[in-house]
């Protein structure tokens, strides 16, 4: 069994991170007895120990396929695994002595620096798809920044540590993790979906500059905020334009996916309109709604439709939307519809309820791929 998880790289990270974001989630709930900011807690445990690891197990598996280059040796990734496993249990620790938790951080700067070191020397080979390929780099090397924010907010007799704070999020999750699920996304859903759609060459360099300007009037020009909003939403309308894009009602998989790309317009447009509102009534908040929206929305179910394909295709099984994998599916949904009641009224059932829902979601997919895993 052990060897069978490691014989390809996907599995062992993607079980990883169901795995972390059903104990960090549940640890979540327990946040006001934990000795740490729950605002740090949550985030970083998501940007890096949950979606993180989705995006190592796709990406170690599908770099080398874009670049037409030999797979990545199992001795290199088992080296990433065990970097991310072991900062995973100091985080823990760190939930109660401090020390650990700054080693933590740095067990997953090494991981992140060894990773681009492995793409950095494929990079060099490729002939091909270079574009897509820099900006997978790029964006990890925007993980690797907002690692190193967080880490600096949480030295001692730091008097700016909340504004890191603030810096390390919004870094980690529109440069990172937003930014390097918007370019696979762009990539492989319209050639799965055989739409007569290719990124322009600018796609990539445009989305990160939106993506870079949204996130500096964030943090410095918040009454811009709303207008990069806007032009966001218009470029991801824009994309779904040229690619013909429909809502597939016939395939389970496409279905799924496309419903992912339908929340980016609609959390960006969204967005603008809660940004614009609190121009005029400042103490106007949805508690992060837009927020959870993208995340939640776009990014966990993209991430939950590429690894349910990922792990039936590799397994050469018929890509045929199973009743567990359905569930999950709809459970995927029925996460973003409770968190998004919470940010409207905020009561503490409907936190649970998303929560719950959330931790049920990632048990369910740990059901339905270790059987997989560890058989072929």
């Known amino acids: 069994m052990y060897l069978k998880l490691f014989n390809q790289p996907y599995k062992a990270f993607f079980s990883l991170a169901f795995c972390n974001g059903a104990l960090f989630l549940l640890l979540f709930t327990m946040q006001h007895k934990l000795k740490i900011n729950p605002l740090f807690f949550h985030s970083y445990s998501m940007i890096f120990f949950v979606f993180s690891n989705f995006f190592y197990g796709f990406s170690l598996t599908t770099f080398p396929k874009f670049a037409q280059t030999p797979p990545i040796n199992q001795k290199s990734y088992s080296y990433l695994f065990f970097f991310n496993l072991l900062a995973t249990i100091l985080f823990i620790i ?27 020397s494929i ?31 949480l030295l001692p007799n730091n008097k700016f540590s909340d504004i890191y704070l603030k810096y390390a999020i919004n870094v980690g999750i529109h440069l990172y993790m937003l930014f390097l699920a918007i370019t696979i ?45 806007l032009l966001l939403a218009l470029f ?3 994309e779904l ?15 799924i996916l496309h419903l992912g790309l339908i929340y980016l317009p609609l959390s960006f447009f969204l967005d603008a309109i809660i940004k614009i509102t609190q121009i005029f009534e400042p103490s106007f908040s949805l508690n992060f709604f837009t927020l959870h929206l993208l995340m939640l929305g776009f990014l966990n179910t993209i991430a939950i439709g590429f690894i349910a394909r990922i792990s039936l295709a590799h397994a050469n099984l018929a890509l045929k939307l199973s009743k567990s994998l359905l569930a999950a599916f709809l459970l995927t949904q029925v996460v973003v519809i409770f968190r998004s009641f919470y940010a409207l009224w905020q009561g503490e059932f409907l936190f649970y309820l998303a929560i719950g829902a959330f931790v049920l979601l990632y048990f369910l997919m740990l059901f339905i791929i270790l059987p997989i895993y560890v058989k072929k």
């Open 185 to 229: 996304a762009f990539k492989m859903i319209p050639f799965f979906s055989n739409f007569v759609y290719r990124k322009s060459k600018t796609f990539n360099t445009a989305l990160f500059f939106l993506l870079l300007f949204y996130t500096i009037s964030q943090s410095y020009y918040p009454k811009i905020t709303s207008f990069f909003s």
């Open 94 to 120: 760190g939930l109660f002595f401090k020390e650990a938790l700054l080693i933590a951080l740095t067990l997953i700067l090494f991981s992140f620096t060894l990773l681009l070191k492995i793409y950095l």
């Open 236 to 238: 991801f309308v824009r």
């Open 123 to 153: 990079y060099k080979k490729a002939q091909i798809l270079k574009n897509d390929l820099y900006s997978i780099i790029l964006a990890f090397g925007m993980g690797v920044l907002s690692n190193i924010l967080f880490f600096v907010s």
């Open 241 to 255: 334009i040229k690619m013909h894009f429909e809502l597939n009602k016939h395939d389970g998989f496409l279905g």
